[in-house]
């Protein structure tokens, strides 16, 4: 991947941090999962930083270890009385804001297109629409949490899309990242997510944005009224 101008990867970094202390602080402050998150990026950066994702040739392909372990969190903290005990606690407001995080990271995804470090099907000039969840929720959280003038179900639908968009650019971006499995985008892989600090994508911000949609989308359906 060729040299990057440092406001990429200093904008990067920083939405990172900001995606990571919305978790945080959606959590109310829970200790244990800020040691997660701090070990966790750091543990990757170093990971990253080295080149270990560089090497692609291998099987099961090494770009999984960024995404599996989180997953497999979240998987567990929704089929444990404790985990779903835990995601009881998050305050859904914070939850709704920390999505706003995605307006960054598809700038992000568009300056690394110009640079040839992405495929076009990940950005807002192919078909990823994530954008638009960014730029709705700071207005979902003030209607919907400060004013309160729209309700349960509306706040439902509005993660339930949102959630399918997120599918909608995660799909293409695992079919393009380089490896024994790689399905699309062959003139122009998902080499970017290979390399520090964007490997950060893929094994935080992107479960982060998922556990917030998932969470909010239990604790809504749960509850009753309109």
Known sequence: MEQLPVY?????????????GLLYKA????KPLLIILVLWLALQGVIGASGFYTVTHTAP?????LAMPPVILIIAVFFTEKG?????NFDMGTLTLLHIVRIPVELTLYWLLLHKAVPQAM?????NFDILCGI????VYYLGYIKKVIGRKAILAWNIICLLLLANVVTPAILAAPSPFQQMAF???NVAMLYFPFVWLPCCVVPAVLLAHLVA????????GK
């Open 8 to 20: 990429i990867n200093i904008t990067f970094a920083l939405t990172t941090l900001l995606a990571a």
């Open 27 to 30: 959590s109310r402050y829970s």
């Open 61 to 65: 392909p090494r770009f999984a270890l």
């Open 84 to 88: 779903r005990a835990f995601t009881d």
């Open 123 to 127: 950005t807002f000039e192919g078909h």
């Open 136 to 139: 709705t929720a700071p207005i």
């Open 187 to 189: 003139d122009q892989p």
């Open 217 to 224: 989308i239990r604790r809504l359906a749960l509850q009753k």
